[in-house]
T-cell receptor, first 113, second 116 residues
Framework: NAGVTQTPKFQVLKTGQSMTLQCAQD?????MSWYRQDPGMGLRLIHY???????DQGEVPNGYNVSRSTTEDFPLRLLSAAPSQTSVYFC????????????FGPGTRLTVT | AQKVTQAQTEISVVEKEDVTLDCVYE???????LFWYKQPPSGELVFLIR??????QNEISGRYSWNFQKSTSSFNFTITASQVVDSAVYFC?????????????FGAGTRLTVKP
């Protein structure tokens, strides 16, 4: 099993550009989530999904969109990148809700100039 | 709203010392779960423990132990006889479950450096 994979590992964007961060898991987990990690702020939940076709907002959803068309994939879209979105992004999955252990991907380091 | 506070931003110890990482949480819910995750220098987060709000028993796993006290809303983590490999950022997290709230809140993390 590859676990949770994320692509790309690094990305530089210019303000206003759009892009999609990819996340995939091969553990047949229903729950998937996206976090951003900023210095001194820990991880903050952006969006999450409790199953295919179901998504909901987390703590900091503005500027991001998600969709969940399959159990395996949970892409995160930045519609118009802003410098405030410079961060490290982590995708995670869990067999249940967050009440269970979450498995994290290796992260994507995004810089918006 | 729920909140997790890890007041210790950075801790530095010498190998074989014991060290305690503090975690204080806030929530109005009576049913919740608390977690600790480790983020080593490689960057990936690793699950350490989960504890539900109805189980206040302390837990020990090798050199790691956790002390959960509802009276003080704390869930502290102790590493006994620390080793260089314990150097990492440690996150405490709180998860609630209600009909329309299914998210998790992390503390800011404590960076532990264990020197040889």
């Amino acid at each position: 099993n590859a676990g949770v994979t994320q692509t790309p590992k690094f990305q530089v964007l210019k303000t206003g550009q759009s892009m999609t961060l990819q996340c995939a898991q091969d553990m047949n987990h229903e729950y998937m989530s996206w976090y951003r990690q900023d210095p001194g702020m820990g991880l903050r939940l952006i969006h999450y999904s409790v199953g295919a076709g179901i998504t909901d907002q987390g703590e900091v959803p503005n500027g991001y969109n998600v969709s969940r068309s399959t159990t395996e994939d949970f892409p995160l879209r930045l519609l118009s990148a802003a410098p405030s979105q410079t961060s490290v992004y982590f995708c995670a999955s869990s067999s249940g809700t967050p009440l269970y252990e979450q498995y994290f991907g290796p992260g994507t380091r995004l810089t918006v100039t | 709203a729920q909140k997790v506070t890890q007041a210790q931003t950075e801790i530095s110890v010498v190998e074989k010392e014991d060290v305690t990482l503090d975690c204080v949480y806030e929530t109005r819910d009576t049913t919740y779960y608390l977690f600790w995750y480790k983020q080593p220098p490689s960057g990936e987060l690793v699950f350490l423990i989960r504890r539900n709000s109805f189980d206040e028993q302390n837990e020990i796993s090798g050199r790691y132990s956790w002390n959960f006290q509802k009276s003080t809303s704390s869930f502290n983590f102790t590493i006994t006889a620390s080793q260089v490999v314990d150097s990492a950022v440690y996150f405490c997290a709180l998860s609630l479950l209600s009909y329309n709230n299914n998210d998790m809140r992390f503390g800011a993390g404590t960076r532990l450096t264990v020197k040889p």
